[in-house]
């Protein structure tokens, strides 16, 4: 095993030379705020956002930036390991290609750039020590809907990375993120307003191809298609959660990710198991998903 060490005094940052299209912080979220308006946030693939801690030795819920569509470049001032998960990406340290992208070590002043995605959409990037940032609630992860959090990420921004950890000789093979690979198939449960849905609606919510819209985002993944004929439905708001399929008066579902409401109007038809939502935000537009209630 690896340890890097440095002076105790030195202050150590990651420094963006690049963000890319989109680079925002996450962590593991701001969980318990619902009842004050603030959804939890915090990585949309949340097992890639863990894996590329672990392979660096942090803790699973430290800081990492989410990179959309790649792009992301940036140097460190001291040695540390950075590690890459989720969409898979070339990478490259000075314009040389990386074989193992997955956990790269990183000498001070080295430039990491990050390509685009070959699959997904999401990369995530962690560093040894792991990436400070300001905290509201408690959490330093931005939220796209509420604004809270930090800004999206800028070239020449810095941010202080904590102490060094030492590696885990974790064996770079099994080092695996998923990503969409054709038609993403989610299970979920019904409710708990399927009751307002006619027997062919539900059908067609199982039966259908659907489309991954271009107006998705960290909110929520807008899906078209045939839509479903409930119309308009007058509801009072109502508590929305991770993975609610809520299906507006277009007829065509909206599936929310990380940074979804935590109240809404419309009928939520059913709730995608939280194994599958990792898999949905990696998809890209004109990806197809299909609905499985088969639990």
Same mark, same amino acid.
């Given at each position: ?65 989410? #990179? %959309? ?79 809270? /959090? ?11 990375? /904590? ?8 064996? %770079? ?41 271009? #107006?998705? #985002? ?45 109240? /809404? ?11 599958? %939502? ?14 499985? #209630?088969?639990?």
């Amino acid at each position: 095993m690896t340890t890097l060490l440095e002076k105790p005094t030195q202050t150590v940052a990651a420094c963006i030379l690049d963000p890319g299209a989109s680079t925002t912080i996450q962590d593991a979220g701001r969980a318990g705020y619902a009842h004050l308006g603030i959804t939890a946030s915090g990585p949309v693939d949340r097992a890639a956002a863990a894996l590329a801690n672990r392979l660096v030795g942090n803790a699973e819920n430290a800081a990492v930036f989410e #990179n %959309l569509f790649g792009g992301l470049s940036f140097t460190v001032t001291s040695p540390r390991y950075v590690a890459l998960t989720g969409a898979p990406v070339e990478v490259r340290v000075d314009g040389r290609v990386v074989r193992e992208p997955q956990r790269v070590y990183l000498a001070a002043g080295q430039r990491l750039s990050v390509g685009r995605p070959a699959a997904g959409l999401r990369i995530y990037v962690a560093i040894s020590g792991g990436i400070r940032a300001d905290t509201t609630f408690g959490s330093a992860s931005s939220d796209a809907l509420s604004g809270l /959090g930090p800004a999206a990420i800028a070239a020449g921004d810095e941010y202080k990375l /904590g102490p060094t950890t030492t590696a885990p000789e974790l064996p %770079l093979e099994l080092a695996r993120s998923r990503y969409p690979e054709g038609t993403v198939q989610l299970r979920f449960r019904w409710g708990p307003r399927d009751s307002l849905f006619s027997v062919e609606d539900k059908q067609a919510l199982v039966s259908t191809s659907w489309t991954v819209g271009a #107006n998705s #985002n960290r909110v929520g993944i807008r899906l078209t298609g045939e839509p479903l004929t409930i119309g308009s439905v007058d509801l009072r708001s109502e508590g929305m959660a991770l993975g609610a399929i809520q299906v507006p008066p277009s007829g065509e579902p909206i599936v929310f990710l990380a940074d979804h409401p935590v109240t /809404g109007g419309y009928p939520v038809i059913g709730v995608v198991t939280e194994d599958d %939502l990792d898999l949905l935000g990696q998809a890209a537009v004109g990806s197809t998903v299909t609905f499985s #209630n088969s639990l």
